[in-house]
T-cell receptor
Framework: EAQVTQNPRYLITVTGKKLTVTCSQN?????MSWYRQDPGLGLRQIYY???????DKGDVPEGYKVSRKEKRNFPLILESPSPNQTSLYFC?????????????FGDGTRLSIL | QQQVKQSPQSLIVQKGGISIINCAYE??????FPWYQQFPGKGPALLIA?????SEKKEGRFTISFNKSAKQFSLHIMDSQPGDSATYFC???????????FGEGTQLTVNP
């Protein structure tokens, strides 16, 4: 089954404790991205990757890091989480950049930073 | 600032009625306008999309209307059903670009 898998689905942690949210896709997609969803703001892009070892900032990259060492994986790293990063996070992938390619989303990771 | 503005924030419709969600954009370079549907506990899923070379696109009960001069587009759900109850997001991007810019979302409730 074609899917984007995120882990963990839920996480409660404390300020300053490094955490990683993993994302994996099994569709051999080149393009992957991370979004955060906040009430009244919709989804905002954090980082994206057009292929292995190619990443770039989205609209709200502050406080986040990403890496793309393998095509299928695109982890999101919060090195020193703060309460304003409490949000619902989605990873997405598409076959390639642009050309109106539909993005396939994971089921989300709800992070609470205390 | 929000480059894609969506309204209303929430919408309640009776079964069989028409649901209408509106979006407006600012960036004239946008040339791809998808709508995503999101159920609780799930990620958004592509519902229907339109390009600015057409004014309307219909897929089943779902229709996108597009007004390029006004920089507006809307989603119409005909014969709305309780199973349509979800959050709907409009979005926009440049087909050559890497970013999908989303609207704020509309929570649709269809009462039986």
């Amino acid at each position: 089954e074609a899917q984007v898998t995120q882990n963990p689905r839920y996480l409660i942690t404390v300020t300053g404790k490094k955490l990683t949210v993993t994302c994996s896709q099994n569709m051999n997609h080149e393009y992957m991205s991370w979004y955060r969803q906040d009430p009244g703001l919709g989804l905002r892009q954090i980082y994206y990757s057009m292929n292995v070892e190619v990443t770039d900032k989205g609209d709200v990259p502050e406080g986040y890091k990403v890496s793309r060492k393998e095509k299928r994986n695109f982890p999101l790293i919060l090195e020193s989480p703060s309460p304003n990063q409490t949000s619902l996070y989605f990873c997405a992938s598409s076959l390639y950049r642009g050309k109106g390619q539909p993005q396939h989303f994971g089921d989300g990771t709800r992070l609470s930073i205390l | 600032q929000q480059q894609v503005k969506q309204s209303p924030q929430s919408l309640i419709v009776q079964k069989g009625g028409i649901s209408i969600i509106n979006c407006a954009y600012e960036n004239t370079a946008f040339d791809y306008f998808p709508w995503y549907q999101q159920f609780p506990g799930k990620g958004p899923a592509l519902l229907i999309a339109i390009r600015p070379d057409v004014s309307e696109k219909k897929e089943g009960r779902f229709t996108i209307s597009f007004n390029k001069s006004a920089k507006q587009f809307s989603l119409h759900i005909m014969d709305s059903q309780p199973g349509d109850s979800a959050t709907y997001f409009c979005a926009a991007s440049e087909t050559s670009g890497s970013r999908l810019t989303f609207g704020e979302g509309t929570q649709l409730t269809v009462n039986p």
